[in-house]
């Protein structure tokens, strides 16, 4: 069985970054999905890299990570203008950050309009 | 207040004297996209020598390297710098991927532990950059998460961008596919292994260094 939990972006909005990255890395550990509203700043998906690094030990062997961004596409001209507003005013609670434990997510596709989480089969886990 | 003063004109004589700060140029990307093969490259080029181990196992390199006073010609200009390679980055790392790739069980987990360390050092070293070439292996996706971070992450700082397309000599190779993903950077399709095409990737140095 899979685990998804939800973390709404009101959660980790007034969070410092090390906290943030904590909190996610922390359910992550628990083996289960992290489904986060919005994204992270640039330097906090890298902190949480290197975190999950550290981190790694005995079962845990890292993590899977997409950021799914409804605006990434179609980042010119007044669109991007627009985004940027947006980002702005909402911070960056638009799109959608999944982050899994690596030993359950082997790989995250992603294109436009679907994503693919692609776990590892059951007979690999449970041995 | 001898020594502040000291230290003063030290300072200014420092700043007067001093030579045109080096460019420090790292090289970044997954594992296995042939960075240190391209360091080498660049290294037989302009130094005649070599730089680093190159290997198919993933995480060959596990420290940052660093090669100074590299001085390259291109179309009558010169550009001085020092090439930084990188473990580049990666999400995960499994020991026993190193195992099914032959490895003792020992050293695959004593690999797996400095990889992780090497992944960590890469992400600090990002500051440090004053220019970056991204190598990504071009019969690959190169629209994974760990690519687009790495971007975003130059991104963020200001850090001038080449992105390479490599392993251009294997037909699976795609660089309008790289471009593509990429459209706001300038994509070099290059063989680091057999030097396919790297006039045009120096040319492209110094359009982010120079
Ligand atoms: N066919 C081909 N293989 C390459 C090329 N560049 C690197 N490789 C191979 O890719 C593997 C990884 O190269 P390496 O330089 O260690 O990658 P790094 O982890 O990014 O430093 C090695 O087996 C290299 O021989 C290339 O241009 N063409
Ligand atoms: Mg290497």
Known sequence: MVTFQFVPYHE???????????????????????????????????DLIAIAMEE??????????????????????????????????LGDRQGLTIIGPASIVKDIKKDPTKIELLTKEARNRRK | ???????????????????????????????????????????????????GDVSNIAHETREIQIKEQISIKSKGKELDFNLVDTPGIATKID????????????????????ATKGIIDSIKWLDEMDAVIIVLDGTKDPYTQVNITIVGNLQARNIPVLIVANKSDLKKSD??????????YSVIGISAKYGNNIDKFYEGLFAIAG
Do not use: H
């Open chain 2, 1 to 51: 207040m001898i020594n502040i003063l000291k230290s003063f004109i030290s300072k200014v004589l420092n700043n007067l004297f001093k030579k045109k700060k080096n460019v420090r140029l790292g090289l970044y990307g997954p594992p296995n996209g042939g960075k240190t093969t391209l360091a080498n490259r660049i290294c037989k080029d302009w130094l005649g020598e070599d730089m």
């Open chain 2, 95 to 114: 020991y026993e991927e190193f195992v099914k790739a032959g490895m003792k069980e020992k050293k695959a987990k004593q690999r797996a532990k400095e």
């Open chain 2, 175 to 184: 660089v309008k596919k790289v471009q593509a993903a990429y459209p706001q």
């Open chain 1, 12 to 46: 980790i909005e007034d969070l410092g970054s090390a906290r943030r990255v904590k909190r996610l890395i922390d359910i992550v550990k628990q083996n289960k999905i992290v489904l986060l509203q919005g994204r992270l700043k640039e330097e906090e998906e890298a």
């Open chain 1, 56 to 89: 790694i030990k005995g079962k845990f062997k890292g993590i899977e990570l997409a950021v799914i961004n409804p605006e990434e596409k179609s980042k010119e001209g007044l669109k991007r203008l627009r985004s940027n507003f947006y980002n702005l005013v």
